[in-house]
């Protein structure tokens, strides 16, 4: 976590961004895990970007994607 300087922590273990190109792709998917699931979906959400969350609870894998991830990929 850029803002702190430490490693991320909380129950997000993955987010996979569809973008135009691998960098942008990659750079959104990155800043998104810093934020963490919720500020990190309500950005993708206001910015309409097809971000897919993978979160851990309970001992599973829980997925919430983003309404144009979820257009894209019913």
Do not use: H, N, Y
């Not at 702190?4 to 996979?16: E, H, I, N, W, Y």
Request: glycine letters at 6%; aromatic letters at 6%; proline letters at 8%.
């Amino acid at each position: 976590d850029p803002r702190t300087g430490r490693p991320v922590a909380g129950d997000l273990a993955a987010v996979s961004v569809i973008a135009p190109s691998a960098a942008t792709s990659s750079a959104r998917a990155t800043a998104l895990f810093v934020l963490g699931a919720t500020e990190g979906l309500q950005l993708a959400t206001r910015e309409r970007w097809a971000a897919l969350f993978l979160l851990r609870q309970d001992g599973t894998i829980v997925r919430r994607p983003t309404p144009e991830f979820a257009r894209r990929f019913p």
